[in-house]
């Protein structure tokens, strides 16, 4: 069964620095692209970047509002996924899902809160 | 930038009632990258369609998608209390690589 648990998230100043993590299992992660996706509260879903696999290149992508700040990457041997986020900014307040990416995002974590606030 | 437009914004049915939820894009799409979720409160989203027409696994056949081009649908057949939820879809583009959400649409209770 694919289990993805998210965990890191908290309470964080504006210009603060968090890094979360997304434990995998059930699945060949090394296999897998995984994308990272937020929720502000009361909002809908935004993308936030997503990771290929290291056999299609390991490369990033990120959405406009994180690109700079954010960076994805993971650790095929622990079988995790991680979202350092920079200069956080009060608007990067948010519910953050870890999901596999397939022609969809077929199996979500149950996600981590991140509050910016002062 | 693709922009996923979803309606009603709110569509309030009965249960056995027939869903039809529209996701409008502004420009043409891929069908093989349309999504939709269904998300209930306090619960991460969960895949129902990939492909536009396409159903995850374990989703019930009530589930359907269809459309092509700009113009997609979800349609819920028969209406279960389970069902009563937010809906969303997502597409995909190359160019460049970025992943778009429709807004949403709430199914309540009438």
């Known amino acids: 069964e694919v289990e993805l648990v998210e965990s890191g998230g908290g309470l964080v100043k504006p210009g603060g620095s968090l890094r979360l993590s997304c434990a995998a299992s059930?699945?060949?992660?090394?296999?897998?692209?995984m994308i990272w996706v937020r929720q502000a509260p009361g909002k809908g879903l935004e993308w936030v970047g997503r990771?290929?696999?290291?056999?299609?290149?390991?490369?990033?992508d990120y959405a406009a509002p994180v690109k700079g700040r954010f960076t994805i990457s993971r650790d095929d041997s622990k079988t995790t996924l991680y979202l350092q986020m920079n200069s956080l900014k009060t608007e990067d307040t948010a519910v953050y899902y870890c999901?596999?990416?397939?022609?969809?995002?077929?199996?979500w974590g149950q996600g981590t809160l991140v509050t910016v606030s002062s | 930038e693709i922009v996923l437009t979803q309606s009603p914004g709110t569509l309030s049915l009965s249960p056995g009632e027939r869903a039809t939820l529209s996701c409008r894009a502004s420009?043409?799409?891929?069908?093989?990258?349309l999504a939709w979720y269904q998300q209930k409160p306090g619960q991460a989203p969960r895949l129902l369609i990939y492909?536009?027409?396409s159903r995850a696994t374990g989703i019930p056949d009530r589930f359907s998608g269809s459309g092509s081009g700009t113009d997609f649908t979800l349609t819920i057949s028969r209406l279960e209390p389970e069902d009563f939820a937010v809906y969303y879809c997502?597409?995909?583009?190359?160019?460049?690589?970025?992943?778009?959400f429709g807004q949403g649409t709430k199914l309540e209770i009438k």
């Open positions: 999901a596999t990416l397939g022609y969809a995002m077929d199996y």
């Open positions: 059930g699945f060949t992660f090394s296999n897998a692209w």
């Open positions: 990771i290929k696999s290291k056999a299609d290149g390991g490369t990033t």
């Open positions: 420009q043409s799409v891929s069908s093989t990258y």
């Open positions: 492909g536009a027409s």
């Open positions: 997502q597409q995909y583009g190359f160019s460049p690589p970025g992943y778009t």
